[in-house]
């Protein structure tokens, strides 16, 4: 099935690092939604974008949905170790609502 | 409850058998969305229902696989004569009407052996 290109794949870091990953798309989407999955666990929501250059913060975290609608970035500020997980961005947007994922990025946050 | 529930957890069968997944929605959510996770890879879409119709089936793989939502509630995912392939996680979200803010389940991890 379809899903997005994103990176980078995997990153490893220091605690107090900033973090950054992108994710693009050959379509338009008119919802941006990033998710963060622990082992074991579903993803889960972080934060959501609906307009065209809109910027959101949600904590530490602040996410971009591009210009053109095709891509978007999720910036993690001064990383703690409760960050590590996996990040997968999603598109949707469209008459169903389902939602296309990004291939993840893998963070590691050594402490 | 709280959040979306999902049973079981874990499911080992046997190739050639048949399953059923359940998922229990966060109450009040009138749509409802399975996607299928293989190791390594982001969920995959496979349908969606709008109260108690499937309003978009298009990620099912074959015909093996089939999903019900009778009372606009609880799903029920269904494969018939599973193979190894099957192997993965199956992840059931919900939203309210119109949202695409999807709220996930933990997810049921499937093994076909």
């Known amino acids: 099935g379809q899903q997005l290109n994103q990176s980078p794949q995997s990153m490893f870091i220091q605690e107090g690092e900033d973090v950054s990953m992108n994710c693009t798309s050959s379509s338009i989407f008119n919802t941006w939604l990033w998710y963060k999955q622990d082992p074991g666990e579903g993803p889960v929501l972080l934060i959501a974008?609906?307009?065209?250059?809109e910027l959101t913060s949600n904590g530490r975290l602040t996410a971009q949905f591009g210009i053109t609608r095709k891509d978007s970035f999720l910036n993690i500020s001064a990383s703690i170790p409760s960050d590590v997980g996996i990040y997968f961005c999603a598109g949707g947007g469209g008459a169903t609502n389902k939602l296309i994922f990004g291939t993840g990025t893998l963070l590691a946050v050594q402490p | 409850g709280a959040g979306v529930s999902q049973t079981p957890s874990n499911k080992v069968t046997e190739k050639g058998k048949y399953v059923e997944l359940r998922c229990d929605p966060i109450?009040?959510?009138?749509?409802l969305y399975w996607y299928r996770q293989s190791l390594g890879q982001g969920p995959e879409f496979l349908i969606y229902?709008?109260?108690?119709?499937?309003?978009?089936d298009s990620g099912l793989p074959n015909d093996r696989f089939f999903a019900v939502r009778p009372e606009g509630s609880v799903s029920t995912l269904k494969i018939q004569r599973t193979e190894r392939g099957d192997s993965a996680v199956y992840l059931c979200?919900?939203?309210?009407?119109?949202?695409?803010?999807?709220?996930f389940g933990q997810g049921t991890r499937l093994t076909v052996v």
């Open positions: 979200a919900s939203s309210w009407d119109g949202s695409t803010e999807a709220f």
């Open positions: 229902f709008q109260g108690t119709g499937a309003a978009d």
């Open positions: 974008l609906y307009k065209a250059g």
């Open positions: 109450s009040g959510h009138t749509a």
